[in-house]
Protein backbone atom coordinates (compact mmCIF):
# COMPACT_ATOMS: atom_id res chain seq x y z
CA UNK A 1 0.00 0.00 0.00
CA UNK A 2 1.19 3.35 -0.91
CA UNK A 3 1.83 6.14 1.01
CA UNK A 4 -1.02 8.04 -0.11
CA UNK A 5 -3.29 5.39 0.39
CA UNK A 6 -2.39 4.83 3.78
CA UNK A 7 -2.90 8.65 4.40
CA UNK A 8 -6.48 8.24 3.41
CA UNK A 9 -6.92 5.75 5.15
CA UNK A 10 -6.31 7.08 8.16
CA UNK A 11 -7.91 10.40 7.79
CA UNK A 12 -11.19 8.43 6.68
CA UNK A 13 -11.03 6.46 9.43
CA UNK A 14 -10.45 9.16 11.77
CA UNK A 15 -13.20 11.34 10.41
CA UNK A 16 -15.63 8.38 10.47
CA UNK A 17 -14.37 7.64 14.05
CA UNK A 18 -15.34 11.19 15.15
CA UNK A 19 -17.02 14.50 14.56
CA UNK A 20 -18.46 16.52 16.89
CA UNK A 21 -18.62 13.67 19.42
CA UNK A 22 -20.64 11.80 16.96
CA UNK A 23 -19.33 9.13 15.01
CA UNK A 24 -20.84 9.80 11.06
CA UNK A 25 -20.64 5.94 10.14
CA UNK A 26 -22.54 5.34 13.09
CA UNK A 27 -25.41 7.72 12.84
CA UNK A 28 -25.33 6.91 8.73
CA UNK A 29 -25.54 3.18 8.99
CA UNK A 30 -28.42 3.35 11.85
CA UNK A 31 -30.09 5.19 9.09
CA UNK A 32 -30.30 2.24 7.06
CA UNK A 33 -31.50 -1.25 6.79
CA UNK A 34 -28.26 -2.69 7.22
CA UNK A 35 -28.60 -4.31 10.66
CA UNK A 36 -31.24 -5.88 9.83
CA UNK A 37 -30.31 -7.36 6.83
CA UNK A 38 -27.14 -8.64 8.30
CA UNK A 39 -29.16 -10.23 11.14
CA UNK A 40 -31.49 -12.06 8.65
CA UNK A 41 -28.33 -13.90 7.15
CA UNK A 42 -29.44 -12.70 3.73
CA UNK A 43 -27.19 -10.06 3.43
CA UNK A 44 -23.63 -8.84 4.82
CA UNK A 45 -20.71 -6.34 4.96
CA UNK A 46 -18.45 -6.59 1.91
CA UNK A 47 -14.17 -5.06 1.82
CA UNK A 48 -16.01 -2.66 -1.04
CA UNK A 49 -17.97 -1.42 1.61
CA UNK A 50 -21.33 -1.98 0.18
CA UNK A 51 -23.49 -4.37 1.86
CA UNK A 52 -23.80 -8.26 -0.32
CA UNK A 53 -26.46 -10.61 -1.13
CA UNK A 54 -25.62 -13.85 0.37
CA UNK A 55 -27.19 -16.63 -1.72
CA UNK A 56 -30.01 -16.06 -3.82
CA UNK A 57 -32.25 -13.02 -3.55
CA UNK A 58 -35.92 -12.25 -3.59
CA UNK A 59 -37.23 -9.48 -5.45
CA UNK A 60 -37.60 -7.57 -2.50
CA UNK A 61 -34.15 -8.87 -0.76
CA UNK A 62 -32.54 -6.72 -3.77
CA UNK A 63 -34.56 -3.54 -3.52
CA UNK A 64 -33.67 -3.05 0.14
CA UNK A 65 -30.01 -3.77 -0.49
CA UNK A 66 -29.85 -1.39 -3.42
CA UNK A 67 -31.04 1.03 -1.45
CA UNK A 68 -28.45 0.69 1.41
CA UNK A 69 -26.21 0.83 -0.78
CA UNK A 70 -27.48 3.68 -3.03
CA UNK A 71 -27.00 5.48 0.39
CA UNK A 72 -23.54 4.40 1.11
CA UNK A 73 -22.60 5.80 -2.79
CA UNK A 74 -23.98 8.90 -1.81
CA UNK A 75 -22.32 9.37 1.33
CA UNK A 76 -18.80 8.28 -0.17
CA UNK A 77 -19.18 10.81 -3.47
CA UNK A 78 -19.40 13.31 -1.11
CA UNK A 79 -16.64 12.53 1.49
CA UNK A 80 -14.53 11.82 -1.45
CA UNK A 81 -14.95 14.80 -2.84
CA UNK A 82 -14.40 16.68 0.60
CA UNK A 83 -11.11 14.93 1.05
CA UNK A 84 -10.15 14.91 -2.64
CA UNK A 85 -9.93 11.10 -2.48
CA UNK A 86 -11.07 8.29 -5.00
CA UNK A 87 -14.70 6.56 -4.02
CA UNK A 88 -13.06 3.48 -3.73
CA UNK A 89 -11.11 4.49 -1.16
CA UNK A 90 -13.50 6.50 0.81
CA UNK A 91 -15.32 2.77 0.40
CA UNK A 92 -12.56 0.69 1.57
CA UNK A 93 -11.82 2.91 4.46
CA UNK A 94 -15.60 2.18 5.42
CA UNK A 95 -15.55 -1.26 5.36
CA UNK A 96 -12.56 -1.87 7.44
CA UNK A 97 -14.57 -0.01 9.87
CA UNK A 98 -17.55 -1.99 9.24
CA UNK A 99 -15.54 -4.84 9.71
CA UNK A 100 -14.62 -3.86 12.68
CA UNK A 101 -17.61 -2.89 14.58
CA UNK A 102 -20.96 -3.41 13.14
CA UNK A 103 -20.50 -7.28 11.89
CA UNK A 104 -20.90 -9.81 14.81
CA UNK A 105 -20.55 -13.33 15.33
CA UNK A 106 -23.22 -15.46 13.19
CA UNK A 107 -23.77 -12.31 10.40
CA UNK A 108 -21.52 -12.79 6.74
CA UNK A 109 -18.73 -11.06 5.07
CA UNK A 110 -17.25 -11.05 1.61
CA UNK A 111 -12.95 -10.25 2.01
CA UNK A 112 -11.10 -9.29 -1.03
CA UNK A 113 -10.98 -13.14 -1.93
CA UNK A 114 -14.76 -12.97 -2.57
CA UNK A 115 -15.77 -15.66 -0.45
CA UNK A 116 -18.68 -15.13 1.77
CA UNK A 117 -17.38 -16.07 5.63
CA UNK A 118 -19.69 -16.57 8.87
CA UNK A 119 -18.08 -14.90 11.45
CA UNK A 120 -17.24 -17.00 14.65
CA UNK A 121 -16.39 -15.43 17.82
CA UNK A 122 -13.11 -14.00 17.04
CA UNK A 123 -12.77 -10.95 15.03
CA UNK A 124 -13.45 -10.50 11.62
CA UNK A 125 -10.27 -10.76 9.21
CA UNK A 126 -9.52 -7.34 7.65
CA UNK A 127 -8.36 -6.55 4.54
CA UNK A 128 -4.71 -6.04 4.15
CA UNK A 129 -5.61 -1.98 3.33
CA UNK A 130 -6.98 -1.67 6.48
CA UNK A 131 -5.03 -0.11 9.03
Known sequence: ???????????????????????IAYAMFQADASAALRSSGQAGEQADGYLGIVGSPSAALRAQVDAVNIKRRAYYTDLAAKRGAKIEEVAA???????????????????????????????????????
Open 1 to 23: MNRRMKLILAAGIGLAATVGGTS
Open 93 to 131: TTACELFRTKVAPGQYYRGTDGAWQKRGDGPVPLPSYCG
